[in-house]
């Protein structure tokens, strides 16, 4: 039936920022958006029609379906549709949400999202959603909304403004023409008024009388307009009418959320049961498609609570026959939620364990992400969760991988309290596996002993299954990657790639090129550690989506990378900090917050922004003290007295900072404890700065030991350190051979971050250019510190005053070092000519008139020692 006066208003909302349709169910609130659809495209309007249901108000989960259907309908969301895929498991909301917003924003030409049963979700968290995308998109995109009761999104006030629309229930009746219109064909026009008297025009009552009229068009249509007149209808009037089959099929539809003719068929365990469907024509209108295609269907939801609640009336034990037959045939389908979904339904919470177990338990995140099992957990109540010690160790793994790891330890903890019904050999394997992984996040002292201990525990190799020995060797790898045994993490990571391709676990084989990365940065070797950084990268973006937990890890360590490279700029410095604290919130371990950390402060550094470190330091202290993470404590700390060294009074650390760096240093020994051997480089190479003569051994120390370890990374810090110590205590001389020899370790892998953030040497390369400016065999090197201070230049423009050229700033170290005019065209080959032409431009720019004076002015001026 055309709804046209309703249909122009809908049409008239697409400029707004919201149309609400609000009333109970029955009222046509679907057809009548229906009908807008139908024309919407002709008229050049793009629309994604998301319907929710009972028990999904998840805020990750009710974006992911936004992007998905939004995908369908035209807009260009590639980024998102991956995540979206697998629920934005570990996603951040507010980051998806904020590039969703700029991805509309985008886009021309309007667009239409229509949320159907916006009721069956709605929460703060799906509220807070809706009300961002109405508030912070533009005026091409409109949200429709069809929902029983007045949404909690400040609907009044963008009424009152005009930004929305609201079509209530009274609007939605049937006017007396429309009535006569529904029932033409079956009855006469005074049939249809006395119909529409007692109706007041309620759709779905409506369509109800004229089922029952053509089924016994002489039998008196009852009056009311409540409940009861819907059950009447349905009971006296209708289903008495239908065959016993027929009665059946529609009893079973009633408890299978979407249906189709496989399915159908199953679940009556009949061929032939989805024929039947023809004899259904009368109730046409009572069955939604749910795809253009035709495929999968659902009841009409008034329609189906009122069966649903007959058939359990007449056999409670026939409703959850076939909830559990729905449940066999999506488990066979490979389709663990709603098989889980609809055994929960039947109260079947055997079956719904037995089905997580057999999907793996905790494993599932591994094998199908995380979102599955969160998804198939929350389904079941809690009491039937503590009551499963396999449940409890699976909900433990997923808060571990959430970041929530005092949860994770209670839950697997209270776990060794419930003997296991199925298998309590299988049990204790699994507990020790996540025992294992929470150990690992946790990052205690007694971290490597528990794992001996657990590792003792699998003597047998047949007690795991490769994504067992897989997960197990990841945490190897973290283990000796913690202590700097690069060899033995190596020889772990090997077999862990072995293990996770023979389990086919994506994610497996994803977090192990994220550790092959990491451990090929930390020995320096930062073209096996791009590479294997990229392959991470799309990876998490190809099967997990570009806000996953995966991308983020990945993403930290490539800008890592490229910030020890210098090839970071300063816009970039928002979405890196973003990006390392999403792991910090999400799934990280304390090696990739130590190399973060670094970065940032590092990073910082090249763009001579003084506040970021402090504000890093701030945040990343505050996660560690909440989570007893002393090791990363002990790190921040470290860089607390490297912040004194460079901001303190005279360049100086202060006596308080010296004196705790020395009580580390002189206490530490690798053998004794291992995991804090990057504290200990990082203090040696401040003291070392500090030009501090009483501790000389610290320096050589700590060489010997990222020697020792292999980290070609932090030996490069400590050289720098000794270039800065010499620096500092005022023999350059000294310092510019070990800066030369650093320069071109440097060059072949273009390493320019460290000495990009490194004040004392950027000052120093200048003169050092010119030194190096007539040995032809010095060209290649030459080059490169060029490239290093234009680099810097950019980075940092108020480095660069602008005042000088970089040839008048050539000439001003020559003569700041007794040059004659003569000595000075030879040393930089340039005519004399050139060299007073340089030099009286200088006198100008510096307001003097002497030689003498120029170098008095460059020096109070920083621009020469």
Known sequence: MPRNRLVSQLSDAVSKRLALIVAPAGYGKSSL???????????????????????????????????????????????????????????????????????????????????????????????AITKRLIRDTLSQFTIFIDTRRQPNIDAFSLIASGDAIEIDAQQLRLTKDETLLALRDVTDENSGLEIYDQTEGWPVAVQLARVQKRAAPDEPILAGVDGGLVASYLTEQVLSTLDDNTQELLLTLAFLERFNPELTNYVLDSPSAWGRIDSLSSFAALIVPLDNKGGWYRLHHLFAEYLREMQIRQSHEKASSIQLRASHWHAEKKQLVEAVRYAANAGDYDECEKLIIAAGGWKIILHDGIGVLRSALRLLPDDVVASSARLMIARAYLHCKYGEIPEARAMLDASELIPDKLRPNLCDTDRLVVESMINLYEDRTSWTENHSRIRRQYSDPACLDALGWGTIRCEEVLIHLSCAEFDLVSARLREAFSFMRQSASVLGLNYCYIHAAHTAFYRGDLA????????????????????????????????????????????????????????????????????????????????????????????????????????????????????????????????????????????????????????????????????????????????????????????????????????????????????????????PGRVMGPFLGTAEVLKLLPGLRSDLHQREEELITLQFIHEILERAKTLNPVRDTGLLSEREYEVLQKLANGMSNKEIARALELTENTVKFHLKSLFSKLSVNKRTQAVIEAQRLGLVD
């Open 33 to 127: 958006l229906g009908q807008w659809a139908a024309d919407a495209v002709e008229k050049g309007i793009r629309y994604g029609w998301l319907t929710l249901e009972q028990g999904e108000a998840d805020e990750k989960q009710f974006l992911a379906y936004i992007v998905l259907v939004l995908s369908r309908a035209g807009i260009k969301l590639d980024e998102l549709v991956t995540g979206a895929r697998d629920g934005f498991a570990d996603a951040s909301t507010s980051a998806v949400l904020a590039k969703l917003v700029r991805s509309l924003n985008d886009e021309e030409g309007q667009i239409v999202l229509i949320l159907e049963d916006y009721h069956s979700a709605e929460c703060e968290a799906v509220n």
């Open 528 to 747: 096996t550690a791009a590479a294997n950084v990229e392959r991470a990268g799309k990876m998490a973006d190809e099967n997990f989506g570009s806000d996953s937990g995966l991308k983020a890890l990945a993403s930290v360590l490539g800008y890592t990378l490229r910030i020890w490279k210098g090839e970071c700029d300063r816009s970039e410095w928002p979405a890196f900090e973003e990006t390392l604290f999403h792991t910090v919130e999400n799934d990280g371990w304390v090696d990739i917050y130590i190399t973060g950390l670094n970065a940032a402060i590092l990073f910082a550094r090249q763009c001579g922004d003084g506040q970021a470190p402090y504000r890093i330091l701030s945040n990343m202290r505050a996660f560690a003290q909440q989570r007893n993470l002393d090791r990363l404590l002990k790190f921040c700390a470290m860089h607390e007295f490297a912040l004194a060294a460079h901001h303190g009074d005279g360049n100086i650390l202060s006596a308080a900072a010296t004196n705790a760096a020395k009580r580390f240093l002189q206490d530490y020994r690798y053998e004794d404890n291992k995991r804090d051997w990057q504290s200990y480089l990082l203090a040696a190479s401040v003291i070392a700065a500090a030009g501090s003569d009483d501790e000389p051994d610290h320096l050589a120390r700590a060489a010997a030991l990222a020697e020792h370890v292999g980290s070609g990374g932090w030996a490069l810090y400590l050289q720098l350190a000794q270039c800065v110590r010499h620096i500092r205590q005022g023999v350059t001389e000294e310092a510019k051979p070990e800066l030369i020899r650093l320069l071109k370790a440097a060059l």
